[in-house]
């Protein structure tokens, strides 16, 4: 069973510190996305890395993708009560045409 | 507006009565995804289809039905629900460009579903 760890599970920070999500896997992934969810909603995606070394920016957020494309990181400089949430990492492994698999996420709380 | 609609939002039924979750997507699709979340366990993917008349099981597909006989309806089937199925249920839709990169999932607003 492929699997994506994602760490930390939980994490409750002050507005204005740094964080990093990991989401690690023994396979290799052909791309991986990175989701967030608020609570009674449906996820929703913030990017998608494809290339092994790639690194994107949005805003505050940057997301790595690992040269081996095993796994990557989301990195939030200057969190914001507004980035409280649920982020998720999804990929599909190479080879797998029509299964994308989500890791358990991390939840993010900001406070004030 | 591009979206995902799912009906019903909430359902509260018994053990053995079978039911359907419908979802609908109006933004031409290939590829619908159900996925059920969990505490502790994330998003699992139930089943998937990569086409009209085109389905696949994903991770969790016992005791779970699909057919995608239209390109913008996947319903979601419990023929007999029992409790171990109560979750939060998520449709998804996504195009998706070969050579294996994944293409945004757009997903439903969810359907909480409780088996007594």
């Known amino acids: 069973t492929q699997l994506l760890e994602q760490s930390p599970q939980f994490l409750s920070i002050q507005e204005g510190e740094n964080l990093t999500v990991y989401c690690n896997s023994s396979?290799?992934?052909?791309?991986l996305q990175w989701y967030r969810q608020e609570p009674g909603e449906g996820p929703v995606l913030l990017v998608t890395?494809?290339?092994?070394?790639e690194v994107k920016k949005l805003k505050r957020l940057t997301f790595q993708f690992g040269d081996a494309r095993k796994d990557s990181s989301l990195h939030i400089t200057a969190a914001q009560p507004g980035d409280t949430g649920l982020y998720l990492c999804?990929?599909?492994?190479?080879?797998?045409?029509?299964?994308?698999?989500f890791g358990k996420g991390t939840k993010l709380s900001v406070k004030p | 507006e591009a979206q995902v609609t799912q009906n019903p939002r909430y359902l509260i039924t018994v053990t053995g009565k079978k039911l359907t979750v419908t979802c609908s997507q109006n933004?031409?699709?290939?590829?619908m995804s159900w996925y059920r979340q969990d505490p502790g366990l994330g998003l699992r993917q139930i089943y998937y289809?990569?086409?009209?008349?085109?389905?696949d099981k994903g991770d969790v597909p016992e005791g779970y039905k699909v057919s995608r006989k239209e390109k913008r309806n996947f319903p979601l089937i419990l023929e007999s629900p029992s409790p171990n199925q109560t979750s939060l249920y998520f449709c998804?839709?996504?195009?998706?460009?070969?050579?294996?990169?994944?293409?945004?999932?757009?997903f439903g607003p969810g359907t909480r579903l409780t088996v007594l």
């Open positions: 998804a839709s996504s195009s998706r460009t070969s050579g294996g990169r994944w293409d945004e999932q757009f």
């Open positions: 396979s290799v992934f052909s791309s």
């Open positions: 890395v494809v290339t092994g070394g």
């Open positions: 999804a990929g599909g492994a190479v080879g797998s045409q029509g299964n994308l698999i």
């Open positions: 933004m031409n699709h290939e590829y």
């Open positions: 289809s990569m086409n009209v008349e085109v389905t």
